[in-house]
């Protein structure tokens, strides 16, 4: 099966959420993200954008869910793969890789 690429959103910010003072930061998690994605699925493209919930981008999908994160509170960084969330606050490996995998991603 083949698949598309798959643009993988992290909505955070610089400053930690409150409920997520011994996580990394957003920024942290990320880096750490993007290599472990890469890691498990070589040489499949995927693309990874990097949103500040404070200072989103003009494209109006990403400022609204932007506002989402800050209105409902959400634990960021939050993870979004084709418009689902798949991680809030400490996201988990195995749960974005299943997302990752019901996309057409073969995982090594």
Known sequence: MEHNQVEIIIYGAEQLCP???????SKETFEWLQAAIARKFPEQPFTMTYVDIL??????????????VIEEDMFYPVVVIKDKVVGEGN???????AEL???????V
């Open 91 to 97: 996201p988990r490996l195995k749960t974005i890789f």
């Open 101 to 107: 995998e019901k996309h057409g991603y073969k995982a």
């Open 19 to 25: 409920s997520c003072v011994n996580l990394p930061s």
């Open 55 to 68: 200072f989103p981008p003009e494209e109006q999908v990403k400022q609204s869910f932007a506002k989402r």
